[in-house]
């Protein structure tokens, strides 16, 4: 047991120790890491996850989610959720979710941290003219870019190249996945084997997060009317409820409180659904995690059912919408363009990555390399530099 008497300092022995005895069997405990790629000593007081953590909110890829969109480019308002405030609400639902499980809140905390460092600007339209940019040249999907940040390109020590993190979060990102995710592009890391449940419950916490707070940041923006989610029969529940129960509510606080509720409900069912699921398939350990086919942190089948007609919604009616689409498309020429005057102009370009391609690397990653980098803010003033001729360069 950890000694809790004044003046003791608890060592990481000693929260490995507590993590053998709190967490459920089939968690991930710190102490049975596969390691790193390079040797280094353990730290005395923190747990390999939690270094992981924090090796992640240091750098420069994760500051830069600050500027990076999740649905609407940064200058359309300062109301709306960015790449980082997801990636923070992602944390905070899965965490609370680990710790109801009894799984490892550091592991699932450093992969919700990191699941989306690797995309570019733009959100989802940036993914996909990068995809086809490099349609010939080894393809470009979030995750695996996720993975070169943290792998080689974030240049932190002296001893080797990256950030030198845990097999297991390495993976993590790898294999990380969501309906909307397009096809794997996996490198190496036992992609037959099905990911550890931290590692599924970061995936789930990115689902609940993106689709109840772009629900929130459709009503923000006009884009969405609430007559219209009075269609779906989650949101309706939701919202008879909170109005049956609060009175009359400020909207904007009525609005949060369906969002909050709506989160809670999908929450509740999931750790529900999930317990039901591990008891049945027997699942005892990491190996029968690994070895599962099935999803084991997943919704009941009632909720999948009642939030597909929400998730098409959103899809027909949000992320479609000509707002969104216009500055889509105008996403797509701006990194067009700037990425076909970096192959032919490659002095253009700064001086990493034209120290990379002078040792001779395939100019078309260098060039993805360097764009995927970017933040929305930093790709238009890039743009106007480069193709305004009134713009001082």
């Known amino acids: 047991?950890?000694?809790?008497?004044?003046g003791h300092i608890i060592t990481r022995e000693e929260l490995e120790a507590r993590e053998e005895q709190w967490l459920a069997a089939y968690a991930m405990k710190s102490r049975h890491t596969r390691g790193r790629q390079h040797a280094e000593p353990e730290d005395p007081y923190r747990t390999v996850y939690r270094r992981d953590r924090d090796?992640?909110?240091?750098?420069?890829?994760?500051?830069?989610?600050?500027?990076?969109?999740?649905?609407?480019?940064?200058?359309?308002?300062?109301?709306?959720?960015?790449?980082?405030?997801?990636?923070?609400?992602?944390?905070?639902?899965?965490?609370?979710?680990?710790?109801?499980?009894?799984?490892?809140?550091?592991?699932?905390?450093?992969?919700?941290?990191?699941?989306?460092?690797?995309?570019?600007?733009?959100?989802?339209?940036?993914?996909?003219?990068l995809r086809e940019l490099m349609e010939g040249h080894g393809g470009f999907d979030h995750n695996i870019q996720g993975l070169r940040i943290?792998?080689?390109?974030?240049?932190?020590?002296?001893g080797f190249p990256?950030?030198?993190?845990?097999?297991?979060?390495?993976?993590?990102?790898?294999?990380?996945?969501?309906?909307?995710?397009?096809?794997?592009?996996?490198?190496?890391l036992d992609p037959k084997l099905s990911p550890l449940l931290e590692s599924q419950i970061a995936d789930v916490g990115?689902?609940?997060?993106?689709?109840?707070?772009?629900?929130?940041?459709?009503?923000t923006s006009g884009i969405l009317k609430e007559e219209e989610l009075d269609a779906l029969e989650l949101w309706r529940q939701v919202r008879e409820a909170v109005d049956a129960h609060g009175g009359r509510?400020?909207?904007e606080i009525r609005r949060y409180q369906i969002i909050r509720t709506l989160i809670n409900r999908q929450i509740t069912d999931l750790v529900h659904a999930t317990t039901e699921r591990l008891k049945r398939l027997n699942?005892?350990?990491?190996?029968?995690?690994?070895?599962?086919?099935?999803?084991?942190?997943?919704?009941?089948?009632?909720?999948?059912?009642?939030?597909?007609?929400?998730?098409?919604?959103?899809?027909?009616?949000?992320?479609?919408?000509?707002?969104?689409?216009?500055?889509?498309?105008?996403a797509k020429r701006f990194i067009t363009e700037l990425f076909q005057l970096y192959l032919t102009k490659p002095n253009e370009l700064p001086n990493t990555p034209r120290s990379r391609l002078a040792r001779g690397e395939d100019p078309h990653r260098v060039v993805c390399d360097y764009i995927a980098g970017m933040t929305d803010r930093y790709c238009l003033e890039e743009y106007k530099k480069l193709f305004d001729p009134f713009e001082r360069v």
Not at 1 to 6: F, K, L, T, V
Not at 70 to 89: A, C, I, M, P, S
């Open 55 to 129: 090796r992640i909110i240091h750098t420069t890829a994760f500051r830069r989610l600050e500027y990076k969109t999740q649905v609407f480019v940064n200058h359309e308002g300062d109301h709306y959720r960015t790449r980082l405030t997801h990636t923070l609400e992602v944390a905070q639902i899965a965490v609370s979710i680990a710790r109801v499980l009894r799984l490892n809140e550091d592991l699932v905390e450093v992969v919700s941290l990191a699941h989306d460092i690797g995309h570019p600007p733009f959100g989802h339209a940036g993914e996909d003219v």
């Open 150 to 158: 943290v792998d080689l390109l974030e240049a932190r020590y002296p």
């Open 283 to 330: 699942i005892e350990s990491v190996e029968d995690v690994r070895a599962c086919k099935e999803r084991l942190i997943a919704f009941s089948e009632e909720m999948t059912r009642s939030r597909t007609p929400m998730k098409q919604l959103l899809w027909k009616q949000f992320y479609h919408h000509y707002r969104v689409a216009r500055m889509a498309d105008k």
């Open 249 to 251: 509510l400020d909207p």
């Open 162 to 188: 990256g950030l030198n993190l845990t097999w297991e979060v390495r993976e993590s990102i790898n294999k990380h996945r969501t309906p909307y995710t397009q096809p794997d592009m996996q490198v190496a």
């Open 206 to 219: 990115d689902e609940i997060a993106y689709d109840n707070h772009d629900l929130d940041d459709g009503l």
């Open 1 to 6: 047991m950890i000694r809790a008497d004044a």
